[in-house]
Nanobody, 130 residues
Framework: QVQLVESGGGLVQAGGALRLSCAASGRTFTMYTMAWFRQTPGKEREFVAAHRWSGPGMYKTDYANSAKGRFTISRDNAKNTMYLQMNSLKPEDMAVYYC????????????????????WGQGTQVTVSS
């Protein structure tokens, strides 16, 4: 497994912004599909966004409908770090956010399937006050 450490969560007012970071260990980070999921109590973990490996040096981004237009996923391969910039936050965005890594090196794999991800971070809490 690869170790993933999230940071950047916190309390923000509705309409505000946060940037989450996910630092990864491992020498082949550039070949991972990386994604963010979130979970609230009593609900299943749900897909938020992915930075999908699409071949050597190529990536595609995917977003849940709830995130489109407000969230931006990115990565810095030199730092082995993935980011999630969240703008215009809403109370319904409040959740524990998890980063995940799919190390299978499958081009354009489905990033919404939890079973494709073999490494998970510990989660970071995002609280949005109305």
């Amino acid at each position: 497994q690869v170790q993933l450490v999230e940071s950047g969560g916190g309390l923000v007012q509705a309409g505000g912004a946060l940037r989450l970071s996910c630092a990864a260990s491992g020498r082949t980070f550039t070949m991972y599909t990386m994604a963010w999921f979130r979970q609230t109590p009593g609900k299943e973990r749900e897909f938020v966004a992915a930075h999908r490996w699409s071949g050597p040096g190529m990536y595609k981004t995917d977003y849940a409908n709830s995130a489109k237009g407000r969230f931006t996923i990115s990565r810095d391969n030199a730092k082995n770090t993935m980011y999630l910039q969240m703008n215009s936050l809403k109370p319904e965005d409040m959740a524990v956010y998890y980063c995940a890594a799919d190390r299978r090196r499958v081009k354009d794999s489905d990033p919404t399937t939890l079973a494709n991800f073999d490494s998970w971070g510990q989660g970071t809490q995002v609280t949005v006050s109305s």
